[in-house]
T-cell receptor, first 112, second 113 residues
Framework: RKEVEQDPGPFNVPEGATVAFNCTYSNSASQSFFWYRQDCRKEPKLLMSVYSSGNEDGRFTAQLNRASQYISLLIRDSKLSDSATYLC?????????????FGGGTRVLVKP | GAGVSQSPSNKVTEKGKDVELRCDPISGHTALYWYRQSLGQGLEFLIYFQGNSAPDKSGLPSDRFSAERTGGSVSTLTIQRTQQEDSAVYLC???????????FGPGTRLTVL
């Protein structure tokens, strides 16, 4: 079983609609959680951190459910520019560094 | 300011050759990470540097892979006797400290023929 699992999609979303997707993680010791965005043939870029109480950044809302070991991302009022692959990322406490463990990504396609 | 840079952006090599990939982290970032992204495997961790030392090498797939960092700055990832399964995008990331947000470079796309 992969440490971080995501529905690969694609999620085809009409412009202006809302889309939401989850990711599950297997290690209960996971400490930090993030959503990264990756455009085609580009490097991943941090979209937002995910906090226990849930957090919002503009049209993006992230939630964490530690009991069920999943995190979610919701995008409201989707824009064409939101088309990308969204990577779920977790870290497990280590003495050294902050190794990021990535899910396989969820592809989102926003269409006019 | 300048972000993480990597060179070359693309590298095509023949099976059995050695390759060197370079990463220039953001100035002042003490932590440096190498990751690999290949089709069907997603992004996977290779090695972590704090300063010039590598306290976590757990992701290096074989002894053909090695990395070093000098002057607490530039890092080189070396792959010896390349194999076709080494074909991937090799990404470097740096962070201010070992637990801080990581910023990724544009990657080196390696193709082994």
């Amino acid at each position: 079983r992969k440490e971080v699992e995501q529905d690969p999609g694609p999620f085809n979303v009409p412009e202006g609609a809302t889309v939401a997707f989850n990711c599950t993680y297997s290690n209960s010791a996971s400490q930090s959680f993030f959503w990264y965005r990756q455009d085609c043939r580009k490097e991943p870029k941090l979209l937002m951190s995910v906090y226990s109480s849930g957090n919002e950044d503009g049209r993006f809302t992230a939630q964490l459910n530690r009991a069920s070991q999943y995190i979610s991302l919701l995008i409201r009022d989707s824009k064409l520019s939101d088309s990308a692959t969204y990577l779920c990322v977790v870290t497990v406490p280590k003495v050294a560094g902050n190794k990021l463990t990535f899910g396989g990504g969820t592809r989102v396609l926003v269409k006019p | 300011g300048a972000g993480v840079s990597q060179s070359p952006s693309n590298k095509v090599t023949e099976k059995g050759k050695d390759v060197e990939l370079r990463c220039d982290p953001i100035s002042g970032h003490t932590a440096l990470y190498w990751y690999r992204q290949s089709l069907g495997q997603g992004l996977e961790f290779l090695i972590y540097f704090q300063g010039n030392s590598a306290p976590d090498k757990s992701g290096l797939p074989s002894d053909r892979f090695s990395a070093e960092r000098t002057g607490g700055s530039v890092s080189t990832l070396t792959i010896q006797r390349t194999q076709q399964e080494d074909s991937a995008v090799y990404l470097c990331a740096s962070s201010f400290g070992g637990k801080d947000t990581q910023y990724f470079g544009p990657g080196t796309r390696l193709t082994v023929l």
